[in-house]
C-alpha cells in the first residue's frame, strides 16, 4: 500500500510542475486549479490510508520551492505557515500536506464510524434519519476541532511575525472572497497575471516590483501611499466603483433607486449636499434609504496602531454625526454608513445592510440565503480590489490635454539644427 501511495504523489508532483509551468501567464487559474481541483486528490488518500505523512514529503517541496515562488513571483519561506491557513484566517488555504495528514484520517475514522458499525454488524438501519444526523453532527464537531486547531496557528502566528496586522485584516470578514471565488469572465471575476500576483503582495505586504521610487506628487512611493494618494483621481474612481456597485445590487429589489440623491436644504448641510445612494425599500415597503460610502486604507500612517474594529466604528461615527439628524428629521427616512478597507473589510453597519439585502434577493431568486449573501459579499469585494489595483499601477503624470505639444514635435523627419545631433 506504501508503495502505491508512494507512486500517485509521484504523479501528483509532476501534474503539480505541470501545473507550475502555465503559473507566470495564468496564476489565478492555476491558483483555482490546485486549491479546488488537485489538492483533494491527496486529500482523500490522506482520509482513506493510515500513516501517510512521510510520503507526502516530496510533495511538499514541490509545493513550497515550485509552485508557491511562481505563483507570487516574490515569495518568501518564511510565508510558508501563513500560506497553509484556511484563506478566511487570512492564508491561501495551501496546506502542507506532511502536517494534516494524520489529522484528516483520524477526523474521516470519526465521521465514518456510525455508518462502518452497521456494516460490520450486518444489519439494517430502519432509522436511517437518526444514523444521518450522527455522522451530520460529527462532520460539525470536527470542523470546530480543525477551524479551532487553525486559529491557535493563526493567534501564534500573530505573536512571531512582523505581519501581524496583516493577517488580521486578511481575516475580516469577506476579505479573502477573492480567493475562494471560481475565476468566471461572466461576472467579472477574472485576473491578469500582474493583477493576481500584486493582489498577493498586497496581501502579504511583499514589495510590489517595478514600483517607481517616487510619486507624481513629489513623494517617496509606497503601496500605502499610492492607496491613499489624491493625486490621479484613484481614491475617487475606488469609491464610486463600490457606490455604483451598490446602486446596481439594490437595483434588482428595490424601487427608486439614485445615484447621488440630493438632500433638502439645510443650515448645517447647505443647499448643494447629497449621499451616495438611494433607494426604497430595503427595510420596509415605501421607507426610502439613504447610504453613504467610505473606503479607508488601513496602511495610512494615521491609522498606524489603531485597532481595525475601533477604525471602522469612528469612521462610522462620522458619517452619523454628520448626516443622520437631518436624514431622520427633515428626510424623514432611514440611514446606513457604509464603510470599508482597501483590504476588503466591511464595518458593522455594512454588513447588516447586506445581510438584509442578500435576504431579500434570496427571497426574489428562490435561492439559499447563504448564496445571496456570497454573491454581494463577492460583487463588493471584487470592486474594491479591482480599483486598489488600478490604483498601485495607474498613471498619475498629467492629463494629456494637460500637455503641449508643439507643432515642430510632430515632424516626423526633423531637419533644423535641434536635431542635427541625432543625424
Excluded at 491527496?42 to 490510508?49: A, E, S, V
Excluded at 479573502?176 to 485576473?191: D, E, I, R
Excluded at 489595483?389 to 498629467?398: D, E, N, Q, S
Aim: hydrophobic share 35%.
Amino acid at each position: 500500500m506504501e508503495s502505491f501511495v508512494m507512486d500517485l504523489t509521484n504523479e501528483w508532483t509532476k501534474e503539480l510542475l505541470d501545473l507550475t509551468k502555465i503559473c507566470t501567464q495564468e496564476p489565478q487559474v492555476c491558483y483555482a486549479a490546485y486549491v479546488f481541483g488537485l489538492s483533494k486528490r491527496w486529500l482523500y488518500i490522506m482520509r482513506t490510508t493510515p500513516n501517510t505523512a512521510n510520503i507526502f514529503e516530496g510533495l511538499e517541496s514541490c509545493i513550497s520551492e515550485k509552485f508557491l515562488p511562481m505563483l507570487f513571483k516574490h515569495f518568501r519561506q518564511s510565508l510558508r505557515e501563513i500560506v497553509s491557513l484556511p484563506a478566511k484566517l487570512g492564508g491561501l488555504s495551501i496546506f502542507n500536506p506532511t502536517k494534516i495528514a494524520e489529522d484528516e484520517h483520524k477526523y474521516s475514522k470519526v465521521a465514518t464510524t456510525p455508518l462502518v458499525d452497521l456494516i460490520m454488524e450486518q444489519r439494517l438501519s430502519f432509522d436511517s434519519i437518526n444514523i444521518h444526523e450522527e455522522v451530520k453532527m460529527k462532520k460539525t464537531a470536527i470542523s470546530t476541532e480543525k477551524l479551532a486547531k487553525f486559529k491557535q496557528m493563526q493567534e501564534a502566528l500573530v505573536k512571531d511575525t512582523h505581519l501581524s496586522d496583516i493577517i488580521l485584516h486578511q481575516s475580516q470578514k469577506g476579505a479573502s472572497l477573492w480567493l475562494t471565488t471560481l475565476p468566471v469572465a461572466n461576472f467579472g471575476f477574472v485576473m491578469n497575471a500582474q493583477e493576481f500576483q500584486d493582489a498577493l503582495c498586497l496581501r502579504y505586504n511583499l514589495p510590489l516590483p517595478s514600483m517607481p521610487p517616487f510619486c507624481a506628487c513629489g513623494k517617496r512611493n509606497s503601496v500605502d501611499h499610492a492607496l491613499s494618494c489624491m493625486k490621479g483621481g484613484y481614491t475617487v474612481m475606488r469609491h464610486n466603483n463600490v457606490r455604483d456597485t451598490e446602486a446596481a445590487l439594490l437595483q434588482e429589489v428595490c424601487k427608486d433607486v439614485t445615484i447621488e440623491p440630493p438632500l433638502l436644504p439645510s443650515d448645517e448641510l447647505g443647499d448643494r449636499a447629497c449621499l451616495d445612494v438611494g433607494a426604497r425599500g430595503l427595510w420596509s415597503g415605501l421607507e426610502k434609504t439613504l447610504c453613504d460610502v467610505r473606503i479607508f486604507h488601513p496602511g495610512a500612517d494615521s491609522y498606524k496602531n489603531k485597532n481595525l474594529d475601533a477604525i471602522f466604528k469612528t469612521h462610522e461615527k462620522q458619517k452619523k454625526d454628520k448626516y443622520l439628524a437631518h436624514v431622520l428629521n427633515k428626510e424623514k427616512c432611514s440611514f446606513t454608513p457604509l464603510v470599508f478597507s482597501t483590504h476588503g473589510g466591511h464595518g458593522p453597519e455594512a454588513e447588516r445592510f447586506h445581510k438584509r439585502l442578500a435576504t431579500l434577493i434570496a427571497k426574489k431568486r428562490n435561492i439559499l440565503y447563504s448564496e445571496a449573501v456570497s454573491y454581494v459579499r463577492r460583487r463588493i469585494r471584487f470592486s474594491i480590489l479591482r480599483t486598489t489595483l488600478i490604483a498601485l499601477r495607474g498613471y498619475r503624470g498629467k492629463n494629456i490635454k494637460d500637455v503641449n505639444i508643439e507643432e515642430e514635435d510632430l515632424n516626423l523627419f526633423p531637419s533644423s539644427s535641434r536635431y542635427e545631433h541625432l543625424v
